[in-house]
Each structure stands twice: as C-alpha cells, then as structure tokens.
C-alpha cells in the first residue's frame, strides 16, 4: 500500500510507541494523498509534544531525558484523525470516471 510507504517515511525520525499500528492507520486514511499524510504526521508529533509539555511545569527545561521519554502513539494519530485535522474532507470520487470523459467539458 502506498498509504503505509509514505507513512514510513514521514514517521522514520519519530520516536514511536509501542501501539503505533501504521498499517491500521493507512487504512484509515483511503483517499489521502501524500502532502496529506505528512501534515497527519506533523500533526500527530504535535500532538505528542503538546500532551507531554501539558504534563510539565511551565518554566521547567526540557532535558535530554525528558526529550527522550517523548513517543508518537497510535492515540496521537488519532487526535490529528479528527475532524479537525485538515479543515476539509479528502477528495475521493463517488463515482468512477473514465479518463477520456471530458463531455461534460463542453456544455
């Protein structure tokens, strides 16, 4: 699946949990395309950093442990799923067309 390709990439520099099922997540998400998947991606580290930064006390450093300790997990993909995510839904034809159909073109 393309989906899952794209999504290897985009997450190979993440520190990911242990639930992270990113073929589960491909199948989520039929009808992306890639610059999509990325954005879903930044979204989901986001989401990690602002969950864990959350948990600390403002003026606190962020040390290489507390760094460290920082992992993208599959509830994380699933906020940056949410309605919210993109602002629009991903286009997906309802109904197949053929390549050649441009008749609609000139009426």
């Given at each position: 699946?393309?989906?899952?390709?794209?999504?290897n990439?985009?997450?190979?520099?993440?520190?990911?949990?242990?639930?992270?099922?990113?073929?589960?997540?491909?199948?989520?998400?039929?009808?992306f395309?890639?610059?999509?998947?990325?954005?879903l991606c930044?979204?989901?580290?986001?989401?990690?950093?602002?969950?864990?930064?959350?948990?600390?006390?403002?003026?606190?450093?962020?040390?290489?442990?507390?760094?460290?300790?920082?992992?993208?997990?599959?509830?994380?993909?699933?906020?940056?799923?949410?309605?919210q995510?993109?602002?629009?839904?991903?286009?997906?034809?309802?109904?197949?067309?053929?390549?050649d159909?441009?008749?609609?073109?000139?009426?």
């Amino acid at each position: 699946c393309e989906r899952l390709e794209i999504l290897n990439v985009h997450t190979r520099n993440f520190k990911l949990g242990p639930d992270i099922d990113l073929t589960h997540i491909a199948e989520k998400t039929q009808g992306f395309v890639g610059a999509d998947l990325a954005q879903l991606c930044a979204d989901a580290a986001r989401t990690c950093i602002r969950h864990k930064v959350d948990m600390t006390r403002l003026g606190e450093c962020f040390d290489a442990e507390f760094l460290d300790s920082m992992a993208v997990s599959q509830g994380h993909f699933t906020c940056a799923l949410g309605p919210q995510a993109f602002g629009r839904t991903p286009l997906v034809a309802s109904t197949p067309v053929a390549a050649d159909d441009d008749s609609d073109l000139y009426a």
